[in-house]
């Protein structure tokens, strides 16, 4: 087993705390067939990265909030329920050590967490919060000082190469789950483990993280 120390726990929300992975390929397949792009075009690009800047970098002929609005209505009618040892994971943590750090809109986050049995945020970094999304750091920087904490005792839970790589460009130590990508697409992070049932917290200063299933990245 496999022990990380922390001050802050930094948690990524689609595909990491939330089985997103069905309603957002729906969204967008749904979007793209309305707008004539190919589904398998969007989905290449969507996961891990700002609604509005898939919209923008598809260059399309409507305004981004309003389209981006749409797409994150549908993904949320939709529902997504816990991933494995999501509720367990943030009932364990202190309030204030730990805070959701997401590429959605913020009426989407908030209805992740109206609508499960997952423990709210105190602090939470949406995409309205920053200018830049995933890969840019901005955002867990944004979340580390808003918890009051120095990026270098920041650990981020990632799904995604987007995440991972914003967490890395902190300054941050980076653990990856396998919820959404096979381990070779997930080798920039520190830790790759199976799903949030391989994270188990003892103590809370620091957050002493312990993990098991490590899964080979290479």
């Known amino acids: 087993m496999t022990t990380v120390e922390c001050a802050a726990l930094l948690v990524d929300l689609d595909g990491t705390l939330v089985d997103s992975g069905d309603s957002v390929t729906r969204a967008w397949t749904r979007f793209a067939l309305e707008v004539g792009r190919s589904p398998e075009e969007i989905l290449a690009m969507c996961h891990g990265v700002r609604t509005t800047e ?19 209505s549908w993904i949320v009618d939709d529902g997504a329920p816990p991933t494995p040892g999501a509720v367990e994971l943030l009932a364990a943590l202190p309030p204030t050590a ?21 423990t709210p945020p105190q ?27 120095a990026p270098a005792d920041c650990v981020v839970l990632e799904d995604a190469p987007a995440g991972i790589g914003a967490g890395k460009a902190a300054g ?45 990245a290479h």
């Open 98 to 118: 730990w805070a959701v750090v997401t590429s959605s809109l913020g009426p989407t986050a908030r209805s992740r967490f109206d609508t499960t049995e997952l």
């Open 54 to 72: 898939v919209i923008e970098a598809l260059d399309l002929d409507e305004p981004v909030m309003p389209a981006a609005l749409r797409v994150e």
């Open 123 to 149: 602090f939470a970094v949406t995409a309205e919060d920053v200018a830049v999304g995933k890969p840019d750091p901005a955002c867990y920087l944004m979340a580390a000082e808003r918890l009051g904490v």
């Open 172 to 216: 941050m130590t980076v653990i990856a789950v396998t919820t959404t990508h096979v381990p070779a697409e997930l080798s920039a992070a520190d830790f790759v483990v199976r799903d949030l049932r391989s994270l188990s917290i003892t103590s809370s200063s620091p957050l002493t993280i312990h993990l098991r299933d490590l899964q080979s």
